[in-house]
């Protein structure tokens, strides 16, 4: 088998190797693939690869690392990187510098699976017969849990399994004494949740007084200098997006901003937003990044551009409003204003759709680690089989035993 593993190569957070922190999945894929005699290959910018072979020891052919350049990718684009981010959630059909150099790259390597880390409609149409398999952290409750990583067949933010099954996942049949079970593992996670942070209990205070006996819905931010937030969204700033998310919330309800822990808002412009929309209710800074998926156990909805949070949101039951394009728009509504009668899962819902995120859709970092062969496995069965989806639907390994294991807790950290 042949992989090619595909790092976003433009720049953002203006740092060239940024995405060199995905090299923990990229080394993982390496280590599982050329574990079994196979070979593998990454795509990406010439930054990431120059630092990709300095950790390899430099001693790996040129064609082991294929290279693209950052500004020639944009240059299609007037070099505005918010139209080519639009662009990779389009049909991916015009040509550019990307495209002939994706062609170029197949010709060459000729793979059997393609992985991917982010949403790229020009690497879905490149390899458009090719499968792709996408690599990122599990949208499951984090709350100081191990990491976790999801794989998922069909796509990115648009075409994933989450999307495309989502009636089927969330209608899996369980026996009624694994959901039960399961929702007394959903409770003890967030019953322990103030032993992993310990200022949860402050910052639930806080939130009480901010909802002056309104509905709470958390406004979950995500930090703007991504593909995600420039592609997925309107492109307004994030200070705009919250003030028109909570001008948009109904009667009853106020809307209380949380951040990316890499990303927040500075006090003056909380105060001059509060100031303009009343609805708006900003929590001390001490308790306004980290703490999302905590204090939606406190919250009565949920608003996000993306972010895996709406997963959280709707396994507890909560009313989620998704405003960008996602995979989670296959489950709730697209406007605040609606949020009121945005549909909730039932519990049956809910511990149908966490059975399936926990068994073959989601997997300890550490144990694939300790073991490539299992994500080897994973890998041959998306460049196998015609149609892998069923193969991750097959629910037959999974118990509640299982998904106990992608809850187990961490020493408790200071997310402060």
């Given at each position: 088998?042949?992989?090619?593993?595909?790092?976003?190569?433009?720049?953002?957070?203006?740092?060239?190797?940024?995405?060199?922190?995905?090299?923990?999945?990229?080394?993982?894929?390496?280590?599982?693939?050329?574990?079994?005699?196979?070979?593998?290959?990454?795509?990406?910018?010439?930054?990431?690869?120059?630092?990709?072979?300095?950790?390899?020891?430099?001693?790996?052919?040129?064609?082991?690392?294929?290279?693209?350049?950052?500004?020639?990718v944009l240059s299609t684009f007037d070099h505005k990187r918010a139209d080519y981010s639009k662009a990779l959630y389009g049909a991916g059909d015009s040509a550019n510098?990307?495209?002939?150099?994706?062609?170029?790259?197949?010709?060459?390597?000729?793979?059997?699976?393609?992985?991917?880390?982010?949403?790229?409609?020009?690497?879905?149409?490149?390899?458009?017969?090719?499968?792709?398999?996408?690599?990122?952290?599990?949208?499951?409750?984090?709350?100081?849990q191990p990491f976790r990583t999801a794989y998922d067949p069909g796509g990115h933010q648009t075409g994933s399994m989450l999307e495309t099954h989502a009636q089927r996942?969330?209608?899996?049949?369980?026996?009624?004494?694994?959901?039960?079970?399961?929702?007394?593992?959903?409770?003890?996670?967030?019953?322990?949740?103030?032993?992993?942070?310990?200022?949860?209990?402050?910052?639930?205070?806080?939130?009480?007084?901010?909802?002056?006996?309104?509905?709470?819905?958390?406004?979950?931010?995500?930090?703007?200098?991504?593909?995600?937030?420039?592609?997925?969204?309107?492109?307004?700033?994030?200070?705009?997006?919250?003030?028109?998310?909570?001008?948009?919330?109904?009667?009853?309800?106020?809307?209380?901003?949380?951040?990316?822990?890499?990303?927040?808002?500075?006090?003056?412009?909380?105060?001059?937003?509060?100031?303009?929309?009343?609805?708006?209710?900003?929590?001390?800074?001490?308790?306004?990044?980290?703490?999302?998926?905590?204090?939606?156990?406190?919250?009565?909805?949920?608003?996000?551009?993306?972010?895996?949070?709406?997963?959280?949101?709707?396994?507890?039951?909560?009313?989620?409003?998704?405003?960008?394009?996602?995979?989670?728009?296959?489950?709730?509504?697209?406007?605040?204003?609606?949020?009121?009668?945005?549909?909730?899962?039932?519990?049956?819902?809910?511990?149908s759709t966490l059975a399936f995120l926990s068994s073959r859709y989601s997997h300890l970092h550490d144990a694939h680690v300790a073991d490539p062969d299992k994500l080897?496995?994973?890998?041959?069965?998306?460049?196998?089989?015609?149609?892998?989806?069923?193969?991750?639907?097959?629910?037959?390994?999974?118990?509640?035993?299982?998904?106990?294991?992608?809850?187990?807790?961490?020493?408790?950290?200071?997310?402060?």
């Amino acid at each position: 088998m042949r992989v090619l593993f595909f790092l976003e190569p433009v720049i953002f957070h203006l740092t060239p190797d940024f995405l060199s922190c995905h090299f923990i999945w990229t080394d993982l894929a390496r280590r599982a693939t050329t574990g079994r005699g196979d070979v593998f290959a990454l795509a990406a910018n010439t930054e990431v690869c120059e630092r990709w072979r300095a950790l390899r020891g430099g001693g790996e052919s040129d064609r082991d690392c294929f290279p693209l350049d950052s500004f020639k990718v944009l240059s299609t684009f007037d070099h505005k990187r918010a139209d080519y981010s639009k662009a990779l959630y389009g049909a991916g059909d015009s040509a550019n510098y990307l495209t002939r150099e994706l062609v170029q790259i197949r010709r060459e390597f000729r793979p059997d699976l393609v992985m991917a880390t982010s949403q790229s409609s020009f690497l879905r149409h490149v390899f458009s017969d090719v499968p792709i398999l996408s690599v990122e952290q599990a949208p499951l409750p984090r709350l100081g849990q191990p990491f976790r990583t999801a794989y998922d067949p069909g796509g990115h933010q648009t075409g994933s399994m989450l999307e495309t099954h989502a009636q089927r996942i969330k209608s899996l049949p369980l026996p009624a004494g694994d959901s039960l079970r399961l929702q007394e593992l959903l409770a003890s996670t967030y019953r322990r949740s103030l032993e992993i942070h310990p200022h949860l209990a402050d910052a639930e205070a806080e939130l009480d007084k901010a909802r002056q006996g309104a509905k709470v819905a958390i406004l979950a931010t995500q930090p703007p200098d991504w593909v995600t937030y420039e592609g997925a969204g309107t492109g307004a700033e994030v200070e705009n997006m919250l003030y028109e998310w909570a001008q948009r919330l109904p009667e009853g309800w106020v809307g209380v901003p949380t951040y990316h822990p890499v990303h927040r808002l500075s006090v003056e412009m909380e105060t001059v937003l509060a100031r303009s929309c009343p609805r708006l209710r900003f929590l001390p800074q001490a308790f306004t990044q980290g703490l999302t998926e905590p204090l939606l156990a406190h919250a009565e909805g949920l608003v996000t551009l993306s972010s895996s949070s709406a997963m959280t949101a709707l396994l507890l039951g909560k009313r989620v409003v998704v405003t960008g394009r996602s995979p989670f728009n296959a489950w709730c509504i697209d406007d605040p204003a609606g949020i009121a009668d945005a549909p909730v899962l039932n519990a049956r819902e809910a511990m149908s759709t966490l059975a399936f995120l926990s068994s073959r859709y989601s997997h300890l970092h550490d144990a694939h680690v300790a073991d490539p062969d299992k994500l080897y496995e994973l890998m041959r069965a998306v460049a196998s089989l015609s149609d892998p989806a069923e193969w991750f639907m097959d629910m037959s390994e999974w118990s509640v035993e299982r998904a106990s294991l992608l809850f187990e807790a961490q020493q408790p950290v200071c997310l402060r």
